[in-house]
């Protein structure tokens, strides 16, 4: 895949800070024996959303654009201003009552638990979709293995054969270690951008410990 462009990650922003994430129901076939089984029960994560996403003036963390150790995007928060923490890459983000947000729509809401969803609507011609897919397991990147992980899934309608699919992975105490996103047809689903960190620094604390990166 060719380099990733200041647009690329543009793209990649606009929708992983609002999207929407309505998982198709699965429908299974009964044979002539019917099996009831007990539905699963709901996963959760610990702690409160703004624990997912650290916002402090001087915070950083930089990630791998699609497996590539040549190819780095750092996203820094640079000041905060009328509520919001604004970041190099043209990022706005800010947490209320409610959750993570932008000036535009919720990124991460609680509860934070498996199946939560979520609806923004950033325009008349726009609906985005959020549900958390996975919540409190953890998650390997290579700046390491994090526990109580958050993951959402977003959908986002580009036209009537295409939707564009966001998948962000939230460590307590870190913020976004893993982002996904792909573009799903009705016969396919192509993986577009893959952004994994690789480090990360956070003003006013020591970053909390995760365990040694995997090898490979």
């Not at 019917?34 to 610990?46: F, Y």
């Not at 624990?51 to 040549?70: E, F, H, S």
């Not at 947000?101 to 923004?120: F, I, Q, S, V």
């Not at 792909?182 to 192509?190: D, G, N, P, V």
Request: charged share 20%; proline share 6%.
């Amino acid at each position: 895949m060719a380099g990733t462009t200041r647009t690329d990650i543009e793209m990649t922003r606009s929708f992983a800070v609002g999207g929407a994430v309505l998982l198709g129901a699965l429908v299974l076939g009964s044979g002539c024996a019917k099996r009831v089984e007990a539905e699963p029960e709901k996963q959760a994560a610990s702690g409160s959303v703004s624990d997912y996403y650290p916002l402090a003036v001087g915070n950083r963390w930089t990630y791998r654009v699609n497996g590539r150790a040549d190819k780095l995007v750092t996203v820094e928060i640079l000041k905060q201003e009328e509520g919001y923490f604004h970041d190099n890459q043209g990022g706005q983000l800010s947490v209320d009552a409610y959750g993570l947000r932008d000036p535009k729509r919720y990124l991460l809401r609680g509860p934070l638990e498996t199946g939560h969803a979520w609806t923004n609507v950033v325009s008349v011609s726009s609906t985005e979709r959020y549900q958390i897919v996975q919540a409190g397991s953890s998650c390997d990147t290579p700046a390491g293995s994090f526990p109580s992980c958050v993951q959402v899934e977003g959908r986002n309608r580009v036209d009537a054969q295409a939707t564009l699919i966001n998948t962000m992975t939230f460590a307590p105490g870190v913020g976004m270690v893993l982002l996904e996103t792909a573009l799903e047809t009705a016969s396919q689903r192509i993986p577009q951008t893959r952004l994994e960190l690789t480090k990360y620094e956070l003003e006013g604390s020591r970053p909390p410990a995760a365990s040694t990166p995997p090898a490979g």
